[in-house]
């Protein structure tokens, strides 16, 4: 089982996939605290529009610039900070406009983008610009250089795998080169189109109204210009999306339907050819397996070492369900690494507190860039 | 166009949104019934927290209780099938004990569906989706997805159902979608309202604004866990609810709460077994620890959410098994309140 460390060896982006509430966040900022603490500058980004990251990393808040960590923190904690950590939460409205404004030929198109209403809408709330600008502010940072790895916190889409087809959808969606022809105001389209297309365009007017569909026309041809330099730049992304120097873990929890995702999210990386690199069981209840076998006689001895048969009959029952959980966690965990084809099975525990600060955070480290030894002799140790 | 008049009778919603219900008069024990008794329920929270649990365990207390519920998905994930071991069930509304009903909510499908209670011929519906003119438009509109998703929603909650020989159910709830982007879902039909400002979509997107902001009739229940970020999200999604969509959230459910199995000095009395022995005493001394831990902190975590929320808070206790199958789901529905 290699450690962390080695897995993220010389890489420059690290991406960290999975559905929600198995603890993305937490990872995410545990990993770039971890990397910055061994000597490089870590930038972590993270899409939740929650204050999540910036509490953990006692930062009153993240806007869409980075914002260095203060390395007093980490030292209070007894980590040395040799390299630098910053963070970032995604403005994704904010990246969007930028991308507007650098992406348009002039002003006016600029202008007329950024008011129309059906931009307004796709760029605060549509599903999926979220992820794409993720994307964009992972390239752009990459581009300039500044950080030696960026970590990203990717947002908790149902379906973790939005983000990896939003750079397309995006710029399918704004390809529509035949589509604009028909919406020209000149009425074009009942001239050259067939049957269908009038009827279908007439139905679909009838059903949303002239309104919506005049400003989707409108943002057709405002978006007209830009077309060519969007698809350009989402091959960029999806290149660096796909470089040897980018690593994608998938953090999962070790319940079943966790697992099951993060089985299915696997499977779609090898398909879109993403380099793999490992996965992040969060919440694992360690097992002693080795303890089985003593633990017949345990409620009997427990109450006499306690002095207390009602405390030591209490004590072992918890104890059975806890084991009952960690034979789960552990089942699950063989299946996953079956199913992944990988060693690469980082287990975190299922910690008595759970993590919201630096201080969480360092205990997390502790296990994540644990090596494989010294993670056997903390889990025996825990119980 | 058809006319998509609300069957359920509306009272006391107002169109600005605001809440209609002033926060102090939601009685703070107020009974089970309160919520039961509605036409719609919607299950709402962040990811992992057990909303399928809850909305599942919520169907059947309703079931058990006479009520003919159905348990509606909207994620394509059919968990709540799953947690019956049923087949899935897709878009069609299968039942899976006596009175209760799933059905999983796919955008494509209530898309056609829409679409052909507006056109009212089949063969013209068809001929619209081959078109991919049509396609792209209702992929490119957004929000369009949601809203047909939601006037699913809608529909399903009509006692005169607008699909052929469509039941009728006394209770609808929603396993809504994670809400990782803030309250998006439940918000759509007022952000589509402005965007569509004329047209039937208009004033079917009001239609569905106030089902959703009519306390009479519908109720919202956030799940939450007892931890810190879940605790200060739910707070957060609370009131975004609130101001932001102007609903009243009528619980709060803190799920997987751990029992307090040992008391404080019998951990102290632990901790020594725990420092000392060895093998499966210690083992079995540390899990008590731990278990005692998790309880204590997560108590405060309760009393933390309890100070921040104004909706009243109701506990679901941590259930230790390794997976929840529907004789969990049954247990939690009784120790609903």
């Keep these: ?383 | 166009m058809a006319s998509c008049g609300l069957e359920i009778p509306l009272r006391g919603y107002s169109y600005g949104g605001r809440l209609f219900l002033p926060a102090l008069e939601i009685a703070r024990n107020c009974p089970i019934t309160d919520l039961l008794d509605k036409r719609l329920v919607i299950v709402t929270g962040k990811g992992g927290v057990g909303k399928t649990t809850v909305a599942v365990a919520l169907g059947l207390r309703a079931a058990a209780e006479g009520k003919r519920t159905i348990v509606c998905e909207v994620s394509s994930q059919e968990n709540a099938s799953r947690m019956f071991d049923h087949a899935e069930v897709g878009f069609h509304e299968v039942e899976m004990e006596e009175n209760l009903w799933s059905i999983s909510i796919d955008p494509d499908e209530s898309m056609r569906e829409y679409v052909l209670l507006q056109l009212k011929v089949r063969a013209m519906r068809d001929m619209l989706f081959r078109s991919r003119i049509f396609n792209y438009l209702a992929a490119a509109t957004p929000g369009l997805k949601e809203l047909v998703t939601i006037g699913k929603i809608w529909e399903l909650a009509q006692l005169d159902r607008k699909v052929k020989k469509g039941r009728k159910y006394d209770l609808v709830i929603v396993d809504a979608p994670a809400t990782g982007h803030g309250v998006g879902f439940l918000q759509t039909p007022r952000t589509f309202a402005s965007i569509a400002r004329v047209g039937p979509i208009h004033s079917q997107a009001l239609q569905l604004e106030r089902l959703i902001t009519d306390h009479a009739h519908t109720g919202t229940a956030i799940v939450a866990l007892p931890e810190e970020m879940p605790v200060n999200e739910s707070a957060a999604l609370e009131q975004d609810l609130r101001d932001e969509v102007g609903v009243a959230v009528d619980r709060i459910y803190l799920n997987g709460l751990y029992p307090e199995r040992f008391s404080k000095a019998e951990a102290e009395r632990l901790s020594g077994l725990a420092d000392n022995e060895e093998g499966a005493v210690r083992a079995a001394a540390r899990a008590a620890l731990s278990e005692h831990n998790r309880a204590r902190s997560q108590r405060a975590q309760l009393a933390r959410l309890r100070r921040r929320v104004e909706a009243p808070v109701k506990t679901l206790p941590f259930l230790f098994e390794p997976e929840l199958g529907p004789e969990a789901a049954r247990r939690l529905s009784r120790r609903l309140t």
Excluded at chain 1, 28 to 35: L, N, R, W
């Design chain 1, 1 to 383: 089982m290699p450690a962390l460390g080695d897995v993220l060896d010389g890489k420059e982006i690290c991406i960290c996939a999975g559905s929600g509430g198995v603890g993305k966040t937490t990872t995410s900022a545990a990993i770039a605290s971890g990397m910055a603490a061994q000597g490089l500058r870590v930038c972590v980004l993270t899409i939740d529009p929650a204050k999540r990251l910036a509490d953990s990393l006692g930062l009153k808040e993240l806007g869409n610039e980075a914002r260095q960590v203060d390395p007093a923190l980490f030292e209070k904690q007894g980590v040395e900070m040799k390299g630098e950590l910053w963070a970032m939460m995604l403005d994704a409205k904010a990246t969007f406009d930028e991308l507007i404004a650098r992406q348009a030929p002039d002003e006016e198109s600029r202008d007329r983008v950024l008011n129309n209403r059906i931009y307004q809408q796709i760029s605060s709330a549509l599903a999926g610009s979220q992820e794409y600008m993720a994307m964009e502010k992972l390239f752009e940072l990459h581009t300039e250089g500044r950080f030696d790895l960026l970590v990203l916190d990717t947002p908790p889409t149902r379906n973790a795998l939005d983000f990896l087809d939003a750079p397309k959808r995006l710029t399918q969606f704004i390809e529509g080169k035949s589509l604009r022809v028909f919406m020209k105001p000149t009425g074009l389209a009942a001239k050259v189109t067939g049957r269908g297309v009038s009827v279908a365009l007439s139905v679909f007017k009838r059903i949303v109204g002239f309104d919506l569909l005049a400003d989707l026309a409108e943002f057709f041809n405002a978006f007209s210009g830009m077309v060519d330099g969007f698809q350009a730049r989402a091959k960029r992304v999806n290149k660096l999306l796909a470089d040897p120097g980018t690593c994608f873990l998938v953090v999962c929890g070790p319940q079943g339907e966790p697992v099951d995702e993060a089985v299915y999210f696997h499977r779609k990386l090898v398909e879109a050819k993403l380099p793999f690199g490992g996965v992040v069981v969060n919440k694992v209840h360690y097992p002693a397996d080795q303890l089985r076998g003593e633990s017949k006689d345990l409620p009997t001895t427990l109450a006499e070492k306690l002095g207390d048969e009602d405390l030591g009959q209490r004590v072992a029952a918890n104890f059975s369900d806890y084991q009952a959980l960690a034979e789960r966690d552990a089942r699950n965990i063989e299946r996953l690494a079956k199913e992944l084809r990988t060693s690469s099975v980082i287990r975190v525990p299922y910690l008595d507190e759970d993590v919201h600060d630096l201080a969480g955070l360092a205990e997390i480290n502790r296990y994540l860039f644990a090596t494989g030894e010294e993670r056997v002799a903390m889990a025996a140790g825990r119980a």
